[in-house]
């Protein structure tokens, strides 16, 4: 891996773990105005943003240790579950631009994230596949 890689690599896995900790953290206290976001303006239970917040705070775990690449893989996944579907609840909704802003970033430093991570933190298939196209 390139020191460049690398470089992309904790910046973009730093600011998304920092975004998922932010996010899941208000969401598991439950603040007065992301209950009324999620419940009144997108319908969702409020109860759905504990689930919510406990998923990320596990995933930003999960991507920050060493090892474990397959968690990491389902953790990757679990934000673009978690992030696109944000961007399509706030589309259905009628939500301003403005509302995409916040999840479609995050998802964008998921995509980045994943991508760049280092060797050790590949399955092992998926980083014999890149190393034999770099």
Do not use: C
């Amino acid at each position: 891996m390139t020191k460049r890689n690398k470089i992309i690599y904790w910046i973009a896995t730093a600011w998304l773990a920092l975004g998922m900790l932010s996010t899941g953290i208000v969401q598991l206290i439950q603040m007065q105005e992301e209950v009324d976001k999620t419940s009144v303006g997108l319908g969702y239970p409020a109860y759905f943003l504990t689930i919510l917040g406990i998923w990320k705070l596990l995933g930003v775990i999960a991507i920050l240790i060493p090892k474990f690449p397959l968690l990491k893989e389902w953790a990757y996944a679990g934000f673009f579950f978690v992030m696109s579907g944000a961007i399509i609840s706030h589309i259905v909704s009628g939500d301003a631009f403005i509302d995409l802003f916040g999840p479609l970033l995050l998802l964008v430093l998921t995509f980045v994230s994943w991508y760049f991570r280092p060797s050790d933190r590949k399955l092992t298939a998926v980083a014999k596949l890149q190393a034999a196209h770099e």
